[in-house]
């Protein structure tokens, strides 16, 4: 099956500070890839698409300037938290879709805190 | 605009009982998908199963089935001979053809006991 890996799977860093997630696809290659962020308790929320070689596309409400996305490659998507604050803590995952499939297949997340 | 309701936050079942899980949607595309993924505790999320709109005939993954009702727009997950494995959180999904966004229902949060 489709594998998709997420590193760090769990960060802790100062309120100010940037922090940076990797994603990536490890058995097959992702033009698509798809960032969401996950309140306790609650469902996943979309934060942006990532396609290969272009910028990404945020979703409304996401700041793109805090939320750095590059897929500079088939198999690697990052998300950059630009100078964290509390209220960033928050669990992200990110997914890829298989190519000429519909089927997206999901990270293991990260746990980001700020202190 | 799309919509995808689950509206049992909670259910629990005894082991090796079947359950079945509701899911309904709402959508003015023809040509669409349906997931059911599965979020264990460890917040993994994976597939459990797919259904192609166009396909009459429900998907099913070994104790995995769904029961998909087209013109109902409903999309039950029904779980036979549950484990304690399958303790997790469930969420129905919509991705319609031609775009690339899930469109992820609340959730139900199911508990098998032992």
């Known amino acids: 099956g489709a594998v998709v890996s997420q590193h760090p799977s769990r960060v802790i860093c100062k309120s100010g500070t940037s922090v940076k997630i990797e994603c990536r696809s490890l058995?097959?290659?992702?033009?698509?890839m798809f960032w969401y962020r996950q309140f306790p308790k609650q469902s996943l929320m979309l934060m942006a698409t990532?396609?290969?070689?272009?910028?990404?596309?945020?979703e409304q409400g996401v700041e793109k300037d805090k939320f750095l996305i590059n897929h500079a490659s088939l198999t690697l998507s990052t998300l950059t938290v630009t100078s964290a604050h509390p209220e960033d803590s928050s669990f992200y995952i990110c997914?890829?879709?298989?190519?000429?499939?519909?089927?997206?297949?999901f990270g293991p997340g990260t746990r980001l805190l700020v202190l | 605009a799309q919509t995808v309701t689950q509206s049992q936050p909670e259910m629990s079942v005894q082991e090796a009982e079947t359950v079945t899980l509701s899911c309904t949607y709402d959508t003015s595309e023809n040509n669409y998908y349906l997931f059911w993924y599965k979020q264990p505790p460890s917040r993994q999320m994976i597939l459990v199963i797919r259904q192609e709109a166009y396909k009459q005939q429900n998907a099913t993954e070994n104790r995995f089935s769904v029961n998909f009702q087209k013109a109902a727009k409903s999309f039950s997950l029904k779980i036979s001979d549950s484990q304690l494995g399958d303790t997790a959180m469930y969420f129905c999904?919509?991705?319609?053809?031609?775009?690339?966004?899930?469109?992820f229902g609340t959730g139900t949060r199911l508990t098998i006991i032992p």
């Open positions: 997914s890829a879709r298989v190519p000429r499939s519909e089927t997206q297949y």
């Open positions: 058995d097959f290659q992702a033009t698509t």
């Open positions: 999904a919509l991705l319609y053809f031609g775009n690339e966004k899930l469109t």
């Open positions: 990532s396609n290969e070689g272009s910028k990404a596309t945020y």
